[in-house]
């Protein structure tokens, strides 16, 4: 089966590559800028993790939505497509144990927003026939500082001044997924694609303190600043993915996976 990931330098579609070659799928990355209709020619699934940089502030354009382009092609080459949107869809009312058939209209970012405007276009292209991952705050080793990530912050931050740095209280709430499980996951949807929208997080919430705390458990060392309220909680309800694409994730391997992270950072320090 010959699977095509769009974003070639994406940390994302790399993971997903490689999982789907540990499941014996023919796994390709293709870049945003190559000739994507041959790319396709004789896909069965196509996967997009690019992003156009106007998309995550500015106002709706169809003609900034690669997902909607990349949903097009991979019509047009009879190949199933499977969109990576956001919990971000979820607006503040509906992110605490958030249910796919909740409201998602978008929080109030632009880039939920216009994911959510993205998640509609693209199933009316498909006639529902795609599938849309709702995933949570993704994390692992990410060395890119282009990646705005939650994570990305804190190891920054760590390696660079010995400081875990937050403008929230330690307290807040979130939902965080290793980035390893949640390609395992995508590629195991992808030896059978289904269609429909289904959540990707760990399912329950962790303290933000707590996952800094772990991380610099494994970095042997390093403090914690933080000052402002507790905000932007949320987590994912799991229970349709698990359904159906089975799923085994516990606070224990959580923690497990931040020490390890935490290690290897202090392992590459200059």
Same mark, same amino acid.
């Given at each position: 089966?010959?699977i095509?990931?769009?974003g070639?330098?994406s940390?994302?579609?790399?993971h997903?590559?490689? #999982?789907?070659?540990?499941?014996g799928?023919d ?7 190559d000739d994507?209709?041959a ?10 993790? @690019?992003l156009? *940089? #106007?998309?995550?502030s500015?106002?709706?354009r169809a ?9 097009r092609? #991979? $019509?047009?080459?009879?190949a ?9 869809v979820?607006?503040? $009312? ?7 058939d909740g *409201?998602?209209g ?9 994911k ?5 276009? /693209?199933?009316?292209?498909t006639?529902?026939?795609?599938a849309?991952?709702?995933l949570s ?17 804190m190891l ?11 403008d929230?209280? *330690? ?6 997924? *290793?980035?390893?499980v949640?390609?395992a ?6 030896? $059978? ?12 919430p962790v303290?933000c303190?707590?996952?800094?705390a772990?991380?610099?458990e ?11 309220p /507790? ?9 349709r993915?698990? @359904?159906?694409l089975g799923?085994?994730?516990d606070?224990?391997?959580?923690? $497990? ?12 320090k200059?």
């Open positions: 089966m010959r095509v990931v769009v070639r330098t940390f994302l579609a790399g997903i590559v490689a #999982a789907a070659r540990a499941e799928l796994a390709v990355l293709a870049g945003h800028a994507l209709p790319a396709f020619r004789g896909a069965q699934a196509v996967v997009n993790c @690019a156009s *940089p #106007a998309f995550r500015a106002a709706y003609q900034d939505d690669f997902d909607l382009a990349v949903a092609m #991979a $019509q047009a080459a009879g199933h497509f499977t969109l990576l949107s956001t919990r971000r979820y607006p503040e $009312q509906a992110r605490w144990n958030a249910v796919e *409201p998602a978008g929080d109030d970012t632009g880039y939920g927003r216009n959510a405007r993205s998640e509609a276009a /693209v199933r009316a292209v006639a529902d026939t795609c849309i991952f709702r705050n993704i994390f692992g080793l990410e060395r890119r500082a282009e990646r705005r990530t939650f994570m990305s912050a920054a931050s760590l390696r660079r001044e010995g400081v875990i740095r937050f929230m209280d *330690p307290a807040s709430r979130r939902d965080f997924l *290793p980035v390893e949640m390609a996951t995508i590629a195991r949807h992808l030896r $059978q694609p289904a269609q429909g929208v289904f959540n990707l997080g760990c399912g329950f303290a303190g707590e996952m800094a772990w991380l610099m494994g970095y042997g060392g390093g403090r914690l600043e933080a000052e402002g /507790v905000r932007d909680e949320f987590f994912l309800n799991m229970d993915t698990g @359904a159906r799923f085994d994730m606070a224990s391997k959580l923690r $497990q996976r931040c020490v390890a992270i935490g290690q290897e950072l202090a392992c590459g200059s």
